[in-house]
């Protein structure tokens, strides 16, 4: 009997390409079209693609489909192609000349028995026809993602009524003259790319809004040659990981010179190492700011049984642990400089420290510094969701909101945020949270799935997935997911563990919970658990003593606003945690 088929679906920013013309070359010289064919894609389109996160997906003759964790790597990838083909062609008789289309979506994927389908590829496949030759065509989702911040001027192509796509797509063209300037606006419009803030490395852009960070090769110090698979593979999962968190821009190779009367542009740097020690291998791994000073550094040590499981448990652990260091360097770093000198990506960081805990206060100047990014650059799509978790967070932490009201605000700003990157991971965990507290259970695991798919090592995504594995009853789960996280995460915050411990107090073991809630060095919100864990327990003096500190943090906590609002699949799961709560005293 044959297994079923194993699907797999999810959302990204598709570019399908074909040579124009193919049949007519291959008719003049055949065996000259494919080997310059074969030379193009190993030396120019390999390494751009993979100098920008993409991955090619499917080939078929001279067609390629390639997939990119942003619009933005697409249009830049797809940018410096065609215009290195131009360069390639200046010596090639027009009548040979191979020129390719190129066209870009942003649309869904569908992976199934070994091949890939869904209605973005047919979308980008479509636009792909459409393009001029030794051009690029973009849909409309691309182009409202991308926004003002590459510089580009597009030509409206307007709607156009695709074979088999049932609504009619506005399209864009992206022109690229030899120069890389702008064409008059009379002839065209082209892409003109322009220096940001953060300054630009062969040809390559960087978005201010994302942290930069440079990968250099993990070495081989075995003394055998044959290990240099090994630390290429290590560089190669590692480099894939860190690439899924929305908020860096990786690039494989030595962070460049600087003019020195140049003020130097923000960066962090990873390098690493690989030595083999019989039937040990140790992997070094070592993070420092454009400064040289250390951030980070971890060695690993394994039994060398199984490479390839080596290389799994890496290309998690070392991309959660620099993503959660790199982001506190960030902060730190945003700390020190005047509120007057920052731009929306700096804003956004502060205003994130700032909300991390309860103080009324805090939360304040955090909305504040998100407002003041969203001012700054309003195609900036994280300040919109640092705004939406300031609402979901009164219904998290018990707070008196109208739930509707709350709701419907953060739904619109993720709507937002979007809109301007749909495959921001973050967007799609709060969306989760949203569809949780409405009550859309189904809904609320999907937007967390796709959010896991995005950014599977995001330690406090995991996290909160463990909280609403708890809501849903599925708590074998939720722990599983918490635990993960604290694994991961080396600085792993007090709430994780409020998490887990939600999860085990649901499960009927309150010890476990009891000892993971006394892990916490300021429990805030979480002081309403400790109070029912104390209380089931039956030590209801300290239950009470818990219940008088969550009081103090929200003096207008209440027993019936939780139980009429918390999003309990299983209404008969918080029974215990309300009489819990009765018994440490709270106010009904």
Same mark, same amino acid.
């Given at each position: 009997m044959g297994?079923?088929?194993?699907?797999?679906?999810?959302?990204s920013v598709i570019m399908a390409s074909d040579v124009v013309g193919y049949s007519r070359l291959m008719g003049i $010289?055949?065996?000259?079209?494919?080997?310059?064919?074969?030379?193009?894609r190993h030396e120019l389109w390999d390494v751009k693609i993979a100098s920008y996160q993409g991955r090619t997906i499917k080939l078929v003759g001279d067609g390629m489909l390639t997939e990119f964790q942003t619009a933005e790597e697409a249009v830049l990838c797809a940018f410096e192609i065609q215009l290195e083909m131009r360069k390639r062609n200046v010596q090639v008789p027009v009548d040979r000349r191979i020129e390719f289309r190129i066209g870009i979506n942003i649309g869904d994927l569908i992976f199934e028995d070994d091949d890939v389908y869904g209605d973005g590829v047919n979308v980008a496949a479509r636009i792909e026809n459409i393009a001029r030759p030794g051009g690029i065509a973009i849909s409309a989702s691309v182009r409202d993602t991308l926004g003002k911040r590459l510089g580009i001027r597009f030509e409206d192509a307007g709607e156009h009524a695709l074979k088999n796509i049932e609504r009619p797509i506005r399209i864009f063209n992206i022109i690229v003259d030899e120069s890389g300037e702008a064409s008059s606006p009379e002839r065209t419009s082209t892409f003109e790319p322009k220096v940001q803030s953060i300054g630009t490395y062969r040809g390559r852009?960087?978005?201010?809004n994302r942290t930069l960070l440079y990968v250099l090769n993990f070495s081989n110090l075995s003394g055998d040659p044959d290990q240099e698979y090994f630390a290429a593979g290590i560089t190669e999962d590692v480099v894939a990981g860190l690439a899924r968190f929305s908020r860096l821009t990786v690039v494989v190779q030595r962070p460049p010179s600087e003019p020195a009367h140049a003020e130097p542009t923000p960066y962090y740097m990873l390098d690493g190492s690989v030595r083999r020690?019989?039937?040990?291998?140790?992997?070094?791994?070592?993070l420092t700011n454009v400064a040289g000073e250390q951030i980070w550094a971890e060695k690993y040590d394994f039994d060398l049984v199984d490479i390839f499981r080596i290389q799994?448990?890496?290309?998690?652990?070392?991309?959660?642990?620099?993503?959660?260091?790199?982001?506190?360097?960030?902060?730190?770093?945003?700390?020190?400089?005047?509120?007057?000198s920052l731009k929306a990506y700096d804003l956004y960081l502060r205003g994130r420290h700032l909300h991390q805990g309860s103080n009324p206060d805090e939360v304040r100047l955090a909305k504040a510094m998100y407002v003041a990014a969203i001012e700054d650059d309003p195609e900036y799509s994280r300040p919109y969701i640092g705004l939406a978790w300031i609402e979901l967070r009164k219904l998290k932490w018990n707070e008196i909101v109208e739930i509707d009201t709350a709701l419907a605000t953060a739904s619109a700003l993720l709507s937002k945020a979007l809109k301007l990157n749909p495959i921001d991971a973050d967007t799609h965990w709060a969306l989760g949270v949203v569809h949780l507290w409405r009550g859309e259970a189904e809904r609320a695991v999907a937007c967390y799935e796709r959010a896991r798919e995005l950014a599977p090592n995001n330690c406090d995504l995991l996290a909160e997935y463990?909280?609403?594995?708890?809501?849903?009853?599925?708590?074998? $789960?939720?722990?599983?997911?918490?635990?993960?996280?604290?694994?991961?995460n080396p600085s792993r915050p007090d709430w994780y563990l409020w998490d887990i411990a939600a999860a085990k107090f649901l499960s009927g073991k309150y010890s476990e919970a009891l000892s993971l809630l006394e892990k916490m060095a300021e429990p805030g919100p979480a002081y309403r658990l400790l109070a029912a864990t104390y209380a089931q327990l039956g030590r209801l003096e300290e239950a009470r003593?818990?219940?008088s500190e969550l009081l103090k943090v929200n003096p207008d906590v209440s027993i019936k606003r939780y139980s009429s609002r918390a999003p309990y699949l299983d209404k008969t799961l918080m029974a215990k945690y309300i009489e819990g709560l009765r018994l440490a005293g709270l106010p009904e």
């Amino acid at each position: 009997m044959g297994g079923g088929a194993t699907m797999k679906q999810r959302l990204s920013v598709i570019m399908a390409s074909d040579v124009v013309g193919y049949s007519r070359l291959m008719g003049i $010289d055949e065996k000259g079209t494919l080997s310059a064919l074969k030379l193009h894609r190993h030396e120019l389109w390999d390494v751009k693609i993979a100098s920008y996160q993409g991955r090619t997906i499917k080939l078929v003759g001279d067609g390629m489909l390639t997939e990119f964790q942003t619009a933005e790597e697409a249009v830049l990838c797809a940018f410096e192609i065609q215009l290195e083909m131009r360069k390639r062609n200046v010596q090639v008789p027009v009548d040979r000349r191979i020129e390719f289309r190129i066209g870009i979506n942003i649309g869904d994927l569908i992976f199934e028995d070994d091949d890939v389908y869904g209605d973005g590829v047919n979308v980008a496949a479509r636009i792909e026809n459409i393009a001029r030759p030794g051009g690029i065509a973009i849909s409309a989702s691309v182009r409202d993602t991308l926004g003002k911040r590459l510089g580009i001027r597009f030509e409206d192509a307007g709607e156009h009524a695709l074979k088999n796509i049932e609504r009619p797509i506005r399209i864009f063209n992206i022109i690229v003259d030899e120069s890389g300037e702008a064409s008059s606006p009379e002839r065209t419009s082209t892409f003109e790319p322009k220096v940001q803030s953060i300054g630009t490395y062969r040809g390559r852009e960087f978005s201010p809004n994302r942290t930069l960070l440079y990968v250099l090769n993990f070495s081989n110090l075995s003394g055998d040659p044959d290990q240099e698979y090994f630390a290429a593979g290590i560089t190669e999962d590692v480099v894939a990981g860190l690439a899924r968190f929305s908020r860096l821009t990786v690039v494989v190779q030595r962070p460049p010179s600087e003019p020195a009367h140049a003020e130097p542009t923000p960066y962090y740097m990873l390098d690493g190492s690989v030595r083999r020690l019989g039937n040990r291998v140790r992997v070094n791994a070592n993070l420092t700011n454009v400064a040289g000073e250390q951030i980070w550094a971890e060695k690993y040590d394994f039994d060398l049984v199984d490479i390839f499981r080596i290389q799994d448990e890496l290309s998690c652990s070392i991309p959660a642990a620099l993503s959660v260091k790199i982001e506190e360097a960030e902060r730190q770093r945003v700390l020190s400089k005047p509120v007057t000198s920052l731009k929306a990506y700096d804003l956004y960081l502060r205003g994130r420290h700032l909300h991390q805990g309860s103080n009324p206060d805090e939360v304040r100047l955090a909305k504040a510094m998100y407002v003041a990014a969203i001012e700054d650059d309003p195609e900036y799509s994280r300040p919109y969701i640092g705004l939406a978790w300031i609402e979901l967070r009164k219904l998290k932490w018990n707070e008196i909101v109208e739930i509707d009201t709350a709701l419907a605000t953060a739904s619109a700003l993720l709507s937002k945020a979007l809109k301007l990157n749909p495959i921001d991971a973050d967007t799609h965990w709060a969306l989760g949270v949203v569809h949780l507290w409405r009550g859309e259970a189904e809904r609320a695991v999907a937007c967390y799935e796709r959010a896991r798919e995005l950014a599977p090592n995001n330690c406090d995504l995991l996290a909160e997935y463990c909280d609403a594995l708890g809501y849903l009853g599925r708590l074998e $789960d939720a722990i599983r997911m918490g635990e993960l996280a604290v694994r991961l995460n080396p600085s792993r915050p007090d709430w994780y563990l409020w998490d887990i411990a939600a999860a085990k107090f649901l499960s009927g073991k309150y010890s476990e919970a009891l000892s993971l809630l006394e892990k916490m060095a300021e429990p805030g919100p979480a002081y309403r658990l400790l109070a029912a864990t104390y209380a089931q327990l039956g030590r209801l003096e300290e239950a009470r003593h818990a219940a008088s500190e969550l009081l103090k943090v929200n003096p207008d906590v209440s027993i019936k606003r939780y139980s009429s609002r918390a999003p309990y699949l299983d209404k008969t799961l918080m029974a215990k945690y309300i009489e819990g709560l009765r018994l440490a005293g709270l106010p009904e």
